[in-house]
T-cell receptor, first 112, second 114 residues
Framework: QQQVKQSPQSLIVQKGGISIINCAYENTAFDYFPWYQQFPGKGPALLIAIRPDVSEKKEGRFTISFNKSAKQFSLHIMDSQPGDSATYFCAASIGGSEKLVFGKGTKLTVNP | DAGVTQSPTHLIKTRGQQVTLRCSPKSGHDTVSWYQQALGQGPQFIFQYYEEEERQRGNFPDRFSGHQFPNYSSELNVNALLLGDSALYLC?????????????FGSGTQLSVL
């Protein structure tokens, strides 16, 4: 049973555009929702994270939108740059535990 | 300040063999978690170690075992290797300050089982 469903599987945007990646979760006990960025040959790196007591969190060009009633959260990358080309993973855990449940990932390509 | 370091970076084994992967957490971090990332998939949690004990475990068989040393470094052992164990094995350490926390991942060990 996949507890975190991520879409789309791949995404191509033009430089300067907005990239949007969506995730849906099933376990209502999840209370920590991070997004990770992974480049080829590297481990995932934390981009931004949110807890369910807020509906939106912004850090630079990255924004998480959270909808608790729909059990969905999304990552928005504004002014997308070629350097943002990477695989993005949403994840969830209970109580901030290291036992993260990851989505299957979205490969983002930003064309110059 | 060194990040999370893992060794070796690549490893090739044959079915039935045993393998040991190593991880040194980021300085000042005391918990280590291990993840398995199959090609084209998200990482899957194997287990977490804190104070030299396994604290949480994911849905992995007993062939997967680990250890944490007094200096917080850790090993992941996999016995009786199967072809399906081929994956990138990631180690992560946690930094927590108050309500904020961050999980730092190493670059992983790419294991190929032939």
């Amino acid at each position: 049973q996949q507890q975190v469903k991520q879409s789309p599987q791949s995404l191509i945007v033009q430089k300067g555009g907005i990239s949007i990646i969506n995730c849906a979760y099933e376990n209502t006990a999840f209370d920590y929702f991070p997004w990770y960025q992974q480049f080829p040959g590297k481990g995932p790196a934390l981009l931004i994270a949110i807890r369910p007591d807020v509906s939106e969190k912004k850090e630079g060009r990255f924004t998480i939108s959270f909808n608790k009633s729909a059990k969905q959260f999304s990552l928005h990358i504004m002014d997308s740059q070629p350097g943002d080309s990477a695989t993005y993973f949403c994840a969830a855990s209970i109580g901030g535990s290291e036992k993260l449940v990851f989505g299957k990932g979205t490969k983002l390509t930003v064309n110059p | 300040d060194a990040g999370v370091t893992q060794s070796p970076t690549h490893l090739i084994k044959t079915r039935g063999q045993q393998v040991t992967l190593r991880c040194s957490p980021k300085s000042g971090h005391d918990t280590v978690s291990w993840y398995q990332q199959a090609l084209g998939q998200g990482p899957q949690f194997i287990f977490q170690y804190y104070e030299e004990e396994e604290r949480q475990r994911g849905n992995f068989p007993d062939r997967f075992s680990g250890h944490q040393f007094p200096n917080y470094s850790s090993e992941l052992n996999v016995n009786a290797l199967l072809l399906g164990d081929s994956a990138l094995y990631l180690c992560a350490s946690r930094f927590r300050t108050g309500a904020n926390e961050k999980l730092f991942f190493g670059s992983g060990t790419q294991l190929s089982v032939l």
